[in-house]
């Protein structure tokens, strides 16, 4: 019986320094074979043309490149573009390209489902199904990056980004968030992994700031992320006090607030500016409040953070309400006030349904959901630069 090829999307720079080794073959090989995969794209062994033919037939034999199936490729009139991945039983993850003027975010999934069933998110609500592995996460970028390099659209657009190096990588994504499907440091091992190529000049070669994690609070986990891979962290609070937070967000009930925030402040020395993200959904008449955004204001007064407001995208179980402009005003003028660095997160790719807490749990459930609300969704991903004016968004409501 032939045991199953390896899928060479699944190693990061040591993975493939020992698998290379594993085969008798010099280090080299390794770069090479990294260079041919993550720069350029090239997923057919037989076209790796300065591998050794020997090798390559080794390789044709043990190894393949292997990214999720696309079931799905959208595009928004805004240029923000959206892939619906099989991932086998009847399920699917989406991944997410928004193109700015000075940057195009990646937003990806790190798990088919989610455990913790936050009661604002769709994903949450329709259970748990897997973890990807972590060849499935870095094939997202792998194949998004070097899809949209024959997008002459996208390659307009690379001329733009700041990003150093571009003109010798031709990158089209310069920022990646994991604010896809699934709870990220609840799939550690396999999201480090993925993590560690993206900032592998060998691979993507991009900056740690230009890279978030967003997690719903998982505490120990925060604390190994500081260690192993510090990127940007964003987490999303959502609720002043632990009684609201343990109901909106069931993690809470194992990690609350104060352990919560003691990690936080033990991950800043560690994380790539000196400042963190709180993301916090804008659930009309349940988090919104004035009295609330003082709660807020005392809870973090002390950590270094920047507040995100997230108009909540809704979804017809959810039973929840998105928050009026007015009330997302008032809300931030108490934030501001306060002296508190808060933004509100812009909306994008509106026709094409890629909400933010909406993402595909399967295709049938996917089916659904447009047919019922193709024009409500919303979505949304920005990734804010230390020099973002605060209050830029309360100038766009007005
Ligand atoms: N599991 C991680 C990352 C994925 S969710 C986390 O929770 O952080 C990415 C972001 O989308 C989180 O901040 C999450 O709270 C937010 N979100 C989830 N459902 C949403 C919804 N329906 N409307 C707006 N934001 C939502
Ligand atoms: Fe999971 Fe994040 Fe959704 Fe909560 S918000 S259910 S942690 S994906």
Redesign the pocket.
């Known amino acids: 019986m032939t045991s199953p090829r390896v899928n060479l999307l699944d190693f990061d720079a040591d993975q493939m320094a020992a698998y290379v080794a594993g085969l008798n073959e010099k280090p080299f090989r390794a770069k090479q074979l990294m260079q041919w995969i993550h720069q350029r794209g090239v997923s057919d062994i037989n076209d790796m043309s300065d591998l050794a033919k020997s090798f390559r037939a080794t390789l044709l034999d043990k190894a393949e490149v292997l990214s999720l199936p696309i079931i799905k490729d959208e595009h928004a009139s805004d240029g923000t573009r959206k892939w619906l991945l099989d991932v086998g039983a009847g399920n699917a993850v989406e991944s997410v390209f928004i193109p700015e003027d000075d940057r195009g975010t990646l937003c990806i999934s ?1 798990q088919a489902g ?1 455990a ?1 069933n ?1 009661r ?5 609500r329709q259970g748990f199904s897997r973890n990807l592995a972590s060849g499935e996460i870095i094939g997202q970028l792998w194949f998004a990056e070097h899809l949209l390099r024959s997008d002459p659209e996208a390659i307009r657009r690379i001329e733009k980004y700041p990003t150093p190096g571009w003109e010798h990588t031709g990158r089209v994504v310069s920022n990646v968030v ?7 440091l609840l799939n550690y091992d396999n999201v480090v992994s993925a993590l560690r190529l993206m900032l592998d000049d060998r691979a993507y070669g991009l900056s740690r700031r230009r890279v978030t994690v ?3 609070g998982v505490v120990p986990m925060i604390d190994r992320l500081a260690q192993d891979c510090p990127v940007a962290l ?3 609070l ?1 609720a002043p006090n632990d009684a609201l937070r343990d109901q909106l ?1 069931p993690l809470n009930q194992k990690y609350p607030l104060r352990e919560l925030l003691a990690a936080c402040e033990r991950y800043l020395p560690f994380a790539p500016r000196d400042f963190l993200t709180f ?1 916090y ?1 804008m659930l009309d008449g349940v988090n919104d409040s004035d009295i609330q955004a003082k709660e807020l204001v005392r809870l973090l007064r002390n950590i270094k953070c920047k507040i995100n407001l ?6 017809p179980e ?1 039973g929840l309400k998105r928050s009026s402009d007015q009330r997302i005003h008032a809300f931030a003028s108490v934030l501001l006030d306060a002296g508190m660095v808060a933004t509100v997160r812009k909306t994008r790719g509106d026709d094409i349904a890629a ?4 993402l595909a749990g399967d295709v049938v459930d996917r089916t659904r959901v447009r047919e019922r609300d193709v024009h409500s969704a919303e979505i949304e991903i920005t990734e804010v630069e230390s020099n973002e004016q605060p209050i830029e968004w309360l100038k766009k409501l007005n």
């Open positions: 790190s989610c913790v936050c604002f998110c769709s994903t949450g994991m604010m896809g499907m699934g709870e990220p967003s997690t719903s964003a987490v999303s959502h967000v993301e959904c997230i108009p909540f995208n809704p979804f959810s909400a933010c807490g909406q």
